[in-house]
C-alpha cells in the first residue's frame, strides 16, 4: 500500500503571497489531518477533514484554510503569508477505526 | 484545556544506555496514547496504547500505560545512536482529536 504523499517537499515564497499544499492519503483512509510543525512550538494541529467535511480545528487565523475532495485528497492554503508561518507541514491520515496515523514526509516551508 | 506533557524535553546518553521518556496526559474521553519516532523527516509510528498495564513490545523499544495516574513511559535498552531521535507522544479521544506532546529529543552519544 503507497504512503502518505505531499506534493511539494520543498517551497519558498515571500511575505504577503499565498500558498497551497497537496495531500493524498493511504487508500481507503478517509480522514486527513494538516499539522504545522516548528522547533519551537513542536506539532501543533490545524484541523481534520473527513469526507469533504472538516471535523476538527486547531486555534490557527483564518489565512490558514483546508479541503477535501471526494477522492479523499486534502489540500491547505495558506494566504497573505507571513515569516511566522516557515515550517514543516505536516499531513497525516487515519482510517476511522483506530487513532492511528500515518504521516507523510512533509512540505517545508520558507517565508522570505 | 486538553494537554500532553512529555519529559524530559531533551536528553543525552551513551551508546548501551536504558533511557525511559515519559508523556502524561490530560485529555477528556481518551481512546488511546500513541507514541511516535521523528528523526530528520516525517514521525513514524512506534505503538498506540490503549489499555492500562498492557506491555507493547519492539526490540529494544517498550511502551505501557497506566490510565489510573493518566501517563506512559517509552523505555529503550541498549540505546544506538541510531536511536538519536525526537520522540513523540500523543493521545487521541473519542471526538477524534488527537493531542501531541512537544516531544523528547533524545541523543545517543557513540
Known amino acids: 500500500k503507497a504512503g502518505v504523499t505531499q506534493t511539494p517537499r520543498y517551497l519558498i515564497k515571500t511575505r504577503g503571497q499565498q500558498v497551497t499544499l497537496s495531500c493524498s492519503p493511504i487508500?481507503?483512509?478517509?480522514?486527513v489531518s494538516w499539522y504545522q510543525q516548528t522547533p519551537g512550538q513542536g506539532l501543533q494541529f490545524l484541523f481534520e477533514?473527513?469526507?469533504?467535511?472538516?471535523?476538527n480545528k486547531g486555534n490557527f487565523p483564518g489565512r490558514f484554510s483546508g479541503r477535501q475532495f471526494s477522492n479523499s485528497r486534502s489540500e491547505m492554503n495558506v494566504s497573505t503569508l507571513e515569516l511566522g508561518d516557515s515550517a514543516l507541514y505536516l499531513c497525516a491520515s487515519r482510517s476511522t477505526e483506530y487513532n492511528e496515523q500515518f504521516f507523510g514526509p512533509g512540505t517545508r516551508l520558507t517565508v522570505l | 484545556e486538553d494537554k500532553v506533557v512529555q519529559s524530559p524535553l531533551s536528553l543525552v546518553v551513551h551508546e548501551g544506555d536504558t533511557v525511559t521518556l515519559n508523556c502524561s496526559y490530560e485529555?477528556?474521553?481518551?481512546?488511546?496514547l500513541l507514541w511516535y519516532k521523528q528523526e530528520k523527516k516525517a514521525p513514524t509510528f512506534l505503538f498506540m496504547l490503549?489499555?492500562?498495564?498492557i506491555e507493547k513490545k519492539s526490540g529494544r523499544l517498550s511502551s505501557i500505560l497506566d490510565k489510573k495516574e493518566l501517563f506512559s513511559i517509552l523505555n529503550i535498552t541498549a540505546t544506538q545512536t541510531g536511536d538519536s531521535a525526537v520522540y513523540l507522544c500523543a493521545v487521541g479521544n473519542r471526538d477524534d482529536k488527537i493531542i501531541f506532546g512537544k516531544g523528547t529529543r533524545l541523543h545517543i552519544l557513540p
Open positions: 487508500s481507503g483512509h478517509r480522514s
Open positions: 490503549t489499555s492500562s498495564g
Open positions: 477533514y473527513f469526507s469533504e467535511t472538516q471535523r
Open positions: 485529555v477528556t474521553n481518551f481512546r488511546s
